[in-house]
């Protein structure tokens, strides 16, 4: 936890001071063994980054002087569209894209999606939040990237992608394509990741016939979950 | 399990037959399903990758007569040297890399590495290695990367690294460096990545007079477990 995100209930009925328990506290203690006095790194969700100073510390709340400063780091100007992975991998690649700048993650179905996926705990709203979180404390960031779940693949292909990439370059992470994936582009990027196992023909021919280019990262298949973190070092 | 990775062990006494078990046959009954009949994508460990065609397959094992062809994918020119991460990140980031294709891993020590992490049954040969395999399985690869711990940091930093560096471009990853890190090189690295919490200015100044020079990937601080693929694949 590089930075601790604060929301608008933590603060002190309209000052500067705040009071955390909890997971935050927890933290605090265990792993930054801060003491009242200490100064910590602090942010609002959504908006500036500053200091905290401990005026309290208990083993049940922590109170700090919250003074805030500096604007967030930019976010990364893409929308990933994820077909949904499995949960374990999909709470590592939340808290993996939130961490690098990601604020638009779209959720999709495959073909290679098992229907049991949707129905998990994973992608319960507060389950998926707590994994943003995580990724921006270790970025301190403070800006919560949204989540779309769409849960019909053709539909969604037809009748929403094609307003999604407009005026966007529009990539999809592809192992068997002709093309390498661009570097250090300075566009906004719609970039699509399949799920384990791959999009099937009949997904690739929707999504290229929609606009995308097939885009491969040399000759190996990376996992979703360094597949996510390597496509967006590349690509800005 | 994009490739089965085999074994001397796994062939019939000099033949081109087959027979695998446990983990391996798994996989192929739950996951990929096959049949008698089927082809599956294998290599020999350390060499050429082919097609198997099962011949006899039960919940006891499977036979395959494989022929092999194919060179396995190019590695990358980088010797990767880590701050021992904890255990779990550990497991995963050995699969990360190997994966990617790296092929000399260096497990070193820092002020930040929790003693106890140098006791985890991960650091078990054997763990290890299963680690490795599953990054090979999933790019599709047979060449096993090697592991090497170095549990003291001053004696291998001043005696062994400067041997290691030479002829490599050598780079710390570090969120506070001044420069970014490069993109697309073609030259053999030396990338040094250090633990959660980052190494202490001592190792920093030790590394740096050693000769590495410090980069950042943007202004956000990653896991160990995003900044190993993110880096790999911006710098390769």
């Known amino acids: 936890m590089n930075l601790i995100v604060l929301f608008k209930d933590d603060f002190l009925n309209g000052s500067g001071k705040v009071r955390i328990s909890g997971r935050r506290l927890k933290h605090v203690l265990e792993v930054h063994r801060a003491c009242a006095g200490d100064e910590l790194c602090v942010g609002i969700s959504g908006g500036q980054i500053g200091r905290g100073k401990i005026t309290h510390l208990t083993n049940e709340h922590l109170e700090m002087d919250v003074r805030l400063s500096i604007a967030p780091p930019p976010a990364l100007p893409v929308t990933l569209v994820l077909a949904l992975p499995r949960p374990k991998v999909l709470r590592r690649t939340l808290t993996a894209a939130s961490s690098m700048g990601v604020k638009k993650i779209i959720l999709i179905n495959s073909y290679r999606v098992e229907k049991s996926f949707w129905q998990s705990p994973a992608l319960v709203k507060e389950s998926i ?29 037809e009748d929403e992608l094609p307003a999604i990439i407009r005026d966007t370059t529009a990539l999809l992470a592809h192992p068997q394509a002709s093309a390498s994936c661009p570097r250090g582009l300075e566009v906004r990027v719609t970039l699509v990741v399949g799920p384990e196992g791959g999009f099937i023909p009949y997904e690739i021919e929707k999504l290229t016939a929609c606009g995308f280019i097939p885009v491969k990262m040399g000759e190996r298949t990376l996992s979703v979950e360094s597949a996510v973190p390597a496509l967006l070092a590349r690509l800005f």
Not at 137 to 142: K, L, N
């Open 129 to 157: 939040e707590r994994q943003l979180v995580l990724g921006l404390e270790q970025a301190r960031d403070t800006v919560m990237p949204e989540v779309i779940t769409k849960p019909l693949f053709k539909p969604f292909v």
